[in-house]
T-cell receptor, first 112, second 112 residues
Framework: QKEVEQDPGPLSVPEGAIVSLNCTYS??????FMWYRQYSRKGPELLMY????GNKEDGRFTAQVDKSSKYISLFIRDSQPSDSATYLC????????????FGQGTRLTINP | EAEVAQSPRYKITEKSQAVAFWCDPI?????LYWYRQILGQGPELLVQ????????DSQLPKDRFSAERLKGVDSTLKIQPAELGDSAMYLC??????????FGPGTRLTVL
């Protein structure tokens, strides 16, 4: 079993819809939780990161962490065609090395 | 805005040949990472540097892969000899203090 599980999709929704992306993990030592967006043939771009449990909002994006369930989510409101990309969750343990463990990525398409 | 630079962007080589990738991190970032991303999967850490020192190379196939960051700034990742299974995107990331990692555009390697 992988440390971080993420449904690879693909996920296709109409423009304006609310999108929910999720990851589960098995390592309770993870402390930092991140979401990256990756366009085709590009490097990952950091969208948001949270520390421990709770919510964090940035514009149309909201990240949620539930450490008790080992479950994290990214919500995208008023989705736009430009949001079409692969979304990667990533996590790290505070051990001085900050090694990131990534999920498989969810491929998202927003249809105009 | 400062970015991580990588070259080349694309590399096609034949198996058993040597290849090298170069990365220039964001100025002032002491930590540098090399990741490998196979198509349809999330990035996996190969090696991590803190300044010029290797912090973690546990997932680096040392029989064929080598990495260096001689002056603690830019870095080179080498594969010799390349194998068919090495075809992937090779990503470099850098980080200031803290958990955020900033990725370059990657080098897409195809081994024929």
């Amino acid at each position: 079993q992988k440390e971080v599980e993420q449904d690879p999709g693909p996920l296709s929704v109409p423009e304006g819809a609310i999108v929910s992306l999720n990851c589960t993990y098995s390592n309770s030592a993870f402390q930092y939780f991140m979401w990256y967006r990756q366009y085709s043939r590009k490097g990952p771009e950091l969208l948001m990161y949270t520390y421990s449990s709770g919510n964090k909002e940035d514009g149309r994006f909201t990240a949620q962490v539930d450490k008790s369930s080992k479950y994290i989510s990214l919500f995208i409101r008023d989705s736009q065609p430009s949001d079409s990309a692969t979304y990667l969750c990533a996590m790290s343990v505070i051990d001085g090395a900050q090694k990131l463990v990534f999920g498989q990525g969810t491929r998202l398409t927003i249809n105009p | 805005e400062a970015e991580v630079a990588q070259s080349p962007r694309y590399k096609i080589t034949e198996k058993s040949q040597a290849v090298a990738f170069w990365c220039d991190p964001i100025s002032g970032h002491a930590t540098l990472y090399w990741y490998r991303q196979i198509l349809g999967q999330g990035p996996e850490l190969l090696v991590q540097f803190q300044d010029e020192s290797v912090v973690d190379d546990s997932q680096l196939p040392k029989d064929r892969f080598s990495a260096e960051r001689l002056k603690g700034v830019d870095s080179t990742l080498k594969i010799q000899p390349a194998e068919l299974g090495d075809s992937a995107m090779y990503l470099c990331a850098s980080s200031p203090t803290g958990p955020q990692q900033f990725f370059g555009p990657g080098t897409r390697l195809t081994v024929l």
